[in-house]
């Protein structure tokens, strides 16, 4: 270890490999340290040309649109995003999350990423932001557990993977999960989506600013489609929640006018 390392920044190290996922303290393949020193000095070799990185970001989206229309039901898009490894997240998250819910539930609602639970857990909005949300669906008579398509909803986020430190999902990831998402929204097949803050709506519909989007419903894939403030940014700012109930009565009565 440098000796210039004191004890705290080490720790705080250490800490944060294990926040990204590393449980081990060990390398891909075993190194015999005894024989390091009777190694003769290799003669310098032209060192391998790194992949091309234009290549790779250019033809990451072309794989995962390729991947995506291959799915011809949801266990088979679940096999392929999380085949999928174009894409760094992936390294730094514990587990891959899907969906949660009825997938023939008439609901569909997409958030943005899994969080800390999320990704411990393998399921979308089972966290504290995802507590509030099964209130607010169970307000309006909605719920994940419901077997009842016309009372069920169906869950999942932009991202399969959880971003580092629960950062805002970068452009480039969501175009690059784009086709998954609108696979699986096509293979689903609900009759009205909700899209739960800025990122949905960035990715679905190309715009952000939920403040002066939210309430507004729009068209996703064919499909009624309504911008909602998503329920982290509700625990946050508890003040905005009489908007959320209004969004909240708009979609039941969506539901109730065209059964
Ligand atoms: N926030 C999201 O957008 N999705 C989750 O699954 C959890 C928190």
Same mark, same amino acid.
């Given at each position: 270890?440098?000796?210039?390392?004191d004890?705290w #920044?080490?720790?705080?190290?250490?800490d /944060?490999q294990?926040e %990204?996922?590393?449980?081990?303290?060990?390398?891909?393949?075993?190194?015999?340290?005894?024989?390091?020193n009777?190694?003769?000095?290799?003669?310098?070799q032209?060192?391998?040309a790194?992949?091309?990185?234009?290549?790779? #970001?250019?033809?990451?989206? *072309?794989?995962? *649109?390729?991947?995506?229309n291959?799915?011809?039901?949801?266990?088979?898009?679940?096999?392929?995003?999380?085949?999928?490894?174009?894409?760094?997240?992936?390294?730094g998250?514990r $587990?891959?999350?899907?969906?949660?819910?009825? +997938?023939?539930?008439?609901?569909?609602?997409?958030?943005e990423?899994? &969080?800390?639970?999320?990704d411990?857990? &393998?399921l979308?909005?089972?966290?504290?932001?995802? @507590?509030?949300l099964d209130r %607010?669906l169970?307000?309006i008579?909605?719920s994940r557990? @419901?077997?009842?398509?016309?009372?069920?909803?169906y869950? #999942?986020n932009?991202l399969? /993977?959880?971003?580092?430190?629960?950062?805002t +999902?970068?452009?480039?990831?969501?175009?690059?999960?784009?086709?998954?998402?609108?696979?699986?929204i096509?293979?689903?097949?609900p009759?009205?989506?909700?899209l739960m803050?800025?990122?949905?709506?960035?990715?679905?519909?190309?715009?952000?600013?939920?403040?002066?989007?939210?309430g507004?419903w729009?068209?996703?894939?064919?499909?009624?489609?309504l911008p %909602?403030?998503?329920?982290?940014?509700l625990?946050? $700012?508890? #003040?905005?929640?009489?908007?959320? /109930?209004?969004?909240?009565?708009?979609?039941?009565?969506?539901?109730?006018?065209?059964?």
């Amino acid at each position: 270890m440098d000796s210039d390392l004191d004890f705290w #920044t080490a720790k705080a190290l250490l800490d /944060w490999q294990i926040e %990204m996922g590393a449980d081990e303290a060990i390398r891909d393949a075993p190194l015999n340290r005894y024989a390091l020193n009777d190694t003769p000095a290799r003669p310098a070799q032209p060192a391998a040309a790194p992949p091309d990185p234009i290549t790779v #970001t250019t033809d990451a989206p *072309a794989i995962a *649109a390729r991947a995506a229309n291959a799915a011809t039901d949801l266990p088979s898009l679940a096999a392929a995003m999380q085949a999928f490894d174009l894409c760094d997240l992936k390294r730094g998250a514990r $587990n891959f999350v899907f969906a949660d819910g009825l +997938p023939a539930a008439r609901v569909m609602i997409v958030g943005e990423a899994p &969080g800390a639970e999320e990704d411990r857990e &393998g399921l979308p909005f089972v966290g504290r932001a995802g @507590q509030l949300l099964d209130r %607010m669906l169970d307000a309006i008579g909605l719920s994940r557990r @419901q077997a009842d398509p016309d009372l069920a909803v169906y869950i #999942t986020n932009v991202l399969p /993977w959880r971003p580092p430190s629960n950062r805002t +999902p970068e452009r480039p990831e969501i175009e690059l999960f784009l086709p998954f998402l609108e696979r699986h929204i096509t293979l689903a097949q609900p009759d009205v989506l909700v899209l739960m803050g800025n990122t949905p709506c960035q990715a679905l519909m190309g715009r952000a600013g939920i403040t002066r989007i939210r309430g507004q419903w729009a068209e996703v894939l064919g499909r009624p489609a309504l911008p %909602m403030f998503h329920p982290a940014y509700l625990l946050r $700012n508890p #003040t905005a929640k009489r908007e959320a /109930w209004a969004d909240l009565l708009a979609l039941k009565a969506r539901l109730m006018s065209q059964p």
